[in-house]
């Protein structure tokens, strides 16, 4: 009888063991599995980060080319046909051939 009650015990103490190793592997499993996606989103938001960067640089480029001087000048004599002072603007009409 001592023995069965050691049995007992044994398989007693075993079962707790087991339910404890099984409950730290699911409780690090889960701890693993959010790492693993919080990693996977900065990597994400890394790359957001990059594309915004290099947009950021075009668009300033973009700012830089429209606030020279020369694109100003450029502008004010195509589109809004203006010129400098002691300059003429001459336009001219075309004529159609069909009199």
């Known amino acids: ?3 069965r009650k050691l049995q007992r015990r044994k398989r007693f103490l075993m079962l707790v063991a087991l339910i404890i190793i099984v409950w730290t592997v699911v409780a690090f499993s889960r701890g693993y599995y ?3 996606q919080a990693q996977q989103r900065l990597v994400e938001l ?3 980060i990059k594309a915004y960067e290099i ?3 075009q668009l300033q480029a973009q700012i830089d080319r429209l606030q020279s ?3 100003v ?3 004010a004599r195509e589109e809004l046909g203006l010129v400098r ?3 003429r603007l001459y336009i001219i009409e075309e004529v159609s051939g069909s009199d």
Do not use: D, F, T
């Open 1 to 3: 009888m001592a023995s």
């Open 34 to 36: 959010r790492n693993y």
């Open 46 to 48: 890394e790359s957001e």
């Open 55 to 57: 947009r950021n640089e």
């Open 69 to 71: 001087p020369e694109y």
């Open 73 to 75: 000048e450029r502008v």
């Open 85 to 87: 002072p002691g300059e």
